[in-house]
């Protein structure tokens, strides 16, 4: 991300060298709204965290004897190393990312490869499969709350008792599990669009010259077209990421962020907004996730360039 | 997404042919079941609802009964009103930024445009919490809490970047000697724009919009965080049908069904041009 800042900056530098009008001015005019717009809303907000993170800053209007705003050095940053809550917030935020993506991934693709491949209604099931990701993610975690999982009226529990089983509390005995359910439901048609892209995508004569050869399904599958997916599955990888680390909806409406499923952006929201409000050090914790983000960024957009790359190879 | 299959499985029989074709059935009719069931619910009564069962018939009555809400309460009218607007009014002003961008990155590309486009998408990157508390005081300070504007401006830095790669991505499938040919005739910038590039493009500038749209319709952490005051969205009417007293199941599937079916509906119809915009384009 910074390095992006920065070639930008370098970039504009060099344009302010000579007569403003001139014609890599003109060109850059049509961009300039766009960019005012992103850089007041989402990077001026960023700074001024910044500066809030080495401050003692509460809301004033939700404390009972307002105290003066003062800085406190690197305090809040201490404090977020000594704190065994956000550690486990991020532990969370680690397995559902994880699991979440990897698992939509790996029924996102399977679901990709059967339905490339003509069969009677393909369209319908396509239709229907890509229908969860359209859903508001509130409604999605509200149908498996109250309709799936729910102990009181849930169809699984019906379902279980109806076979002889013991029922079973999924919330509040898997919380993590029954989020990740929620997200994996949700972004497997992502995925599988996705891939269902990349398998079209694969040149027809190849294929056809392994049938020709005599090659096995399973060799094919193996040495031709996992290769080829593989840019389609970073991709998907890179994306659902970007999304997923970021799921508040789901952890709200399940649990509430009640123990084991409370993620970072959960866990920096009830230190801020959602009770604490102490934006000071609920600062230090966001700047802290922006830090890891940054990490996680500076890895992904190697991947989204090596995609520009080939697209002008193209 | 064409409907057309490669021949996947290299000399695969007939009868396992049939096998995965009814694979995928059951595998479409599982993954929609939860939704289904609820679209289902949302037409029985409450003692159906709560038992899973069905002794009373289907009806239309939970969703007059979700749609004339009591007052003191969130009301459909008004939840889907704010969602109307911001939605909107964020889309288009996303779009009358993102098309002059996409221009300066696609077409008369500007130096270092890789740079710039880098910059857009790293914008996504930066955690939503990052961002909010400075955004939370400045509302408070300036009296945005609570209004339409600021999720307007929310969604606008929200949906900005994707569209800019979106419409970028189809703009460069516009031919290039159409452009130029323009460009010798002495078209002016704006008509270029007008009467070569956008009509081109609009298949494609109409599916990011949608899926700007969408995005913009789901939001609820914005909209929890900035708006619980007077102009609350569909998210939050929804949750409103969630009741700690009494029976709500089959009004809470009514709701659901209600908020969710205008983005089903424009989802099913653009469901093969949004995977480009998902992939931002990087997938033809």
Known sequence: MEAADATLIRAGAKGRVGDPFSSPWRRRLPLLPALVVVIAITQLPFLVS???????????????????????????????????????????????????????????TLFAMLLDRKFFGQ??????????????????????????????????????????????????DHPLGSIVTVLVWQWTPFMMLIMLAGLQSQPADILEAAEVDGASAFGVFRQLTLPHLRRYLELGALLGSIYIIQAFDAVDVMTGGGPGSTNVPYFVYDESIGGG?????????????????????????????????????? | MSERGTQLAVGERRGMRYGLGLLAWIVGALWIFPFAWTAFTSFKNEQDAQAQTLHHGLSFGRYSEVSHSTTGTLSLAT???????????????????????????????????????????????????????????????????????VLIILYIAMNLPLAIWMTRSFFMEVPRELIEAAEIDGT??????????????????????????????????????????????????????????GNFLAKLSAASTIACLPVILAGWAAQKRMIRGLSMGAIK
Do not use: H
């Not at chain 1, 800053?57 to 704190?83: A, C, H, M, R, W």
């Not at chain 1, 990312?97 to 790996?106: G, P, Q």
């Not at chain 1, 102990?151 to 109806?162: A, D, E």
């Not at chain 1, 230090?284 to 500076?298: F, L, R």
């Open chain 1, 277 to 314: 409000f102490r934006y000071g050090s609920a600062s230090a914790y966001a700047i802290v996730v922006v830090i890891a983000s940054i990490i996680i960024a500076t890895f992904s957009l190697r991947v989204l360039s090596g995609l520009l790359k080939d697209e002008d190879r193209a």
């Open chain 2, 188 to 245: 002016s910038l704006i008509n270029q724009l007008r009467q070569v590039i956008l009509p081109l493009a609009a298949p494609g500038i109409a599916a990011t919009a949608l899926l700007c749209l969408i995005f913009a319709w789901n939001e609820y952490f914005y909209a929890i965080q900035l708006n619980f005051a007077n102009a609350s969205t569909m998210p939050q009417w929804v949750l409103g049908n969630v009741s700690t007293r």
């Open chain 1, 123 to 172: 369209g319908l099931i396509r239709t229907l499969l890509i229908t969860p990701f359209l859903l508001m993610p509130v409604v999605a975690a509200l149908i498996w709350k109250q309709q799936m999982f729910s102990s009181l009226f849930g169809i699984l529990n019906k379902v279980l008792t109806f076979l002889g089983l013991s029922s079973v509390a999924f919330i509040s």
């Open chain 2, 79 to 149: 939840a889907f009103t704010n969602s109307l607007v911001i939605v909107l009014v964020s889309t288009l002003i996303v779009l009358a930024l993102a098309v002059p961008a996409a221009y300066a990155l696609a077409i008369r590309q500007v130096p270092k445009w890789r740079d710039v486009l880098f910059f857009f998408i790293s914008t996504k990157f930066l955690p939503v919490v990052a961002s909010i508390f400075p955004i939370y005081v400045y509302a408070e300070k300036w009296n945005l809490i609570g209004t339409r504007q």
């Open chain 1, 50 to 108: 910044i500066y809030y993170s080495f401050t003692n800053l509460k809301d004033k209007t939700q404390s009972l004897i307002p105290e003066p705003t003062k800085f406190v050095g690197f305090d809040n940053y201490k404090q977020i190393f000594s704190d065994p809550f956000f550690r486990q917030a991020m532990w969370t935020s680690v397995k559902m990312t994880v699991l979440a993506v990897v698992l939509s991934l790996v029924f996102g």
